[in-house]
């Protein structure tokens, strides 16, 4: 069992930035592809952001040139620096592990106008 622990959201200002950090418990995260997602109100929860084990990153296009996902293996951590924030980013982001699947608990990220 692995458990997932955001932290770092937080409300913050149009133009502003925050950083998200994922802690995962055990011992697979180096080899885990990880992720980022994100659930408005009213809304389907979207993939925001990828990291796979060796490093390479995808990200959606609203937040392409905005938003930097990393991993350090040593902390068995995930990271998404988030720039540029927009009120459209508003959500609550989720931390997930793809194979085999866990989630985190979500940390919410309000983006004021």
């Known amino acids: 069992q692995v458990q997932l622990v955001e932290s770092g959201g937080g409300l913050v200002q149009a133009g502003g930035s925050l950083r998200l950090s994922c802690a995962a418990s055990?011992?697979?995260?180096?080899?885990?592809?990880m992720n980022w997602y994100r659930q408005a109100p009213g809304k389907q929860r979207e993939l925001v952001a990828s990291i796979t084990s060796g490093g390479n990153t995808n990200y959606a296009d609203s937040v392409k040139g905005r938003f930097t996902i990393s991993r350090d293996n040593a902390k068995n951590t995930v990271y998404l620096q988030m720039n540029s924030l927009k009120p459209e980013d508003t959500a609550v982001y989720y931390c997930n592990m793809a194979y085999p699947a866990f989630w985190g608990q979500g940390t919410q990220v309000t983006v004021s106008s």
């Open positions: 055990g011992n697979i995260f180096s080899v885990a592809f």
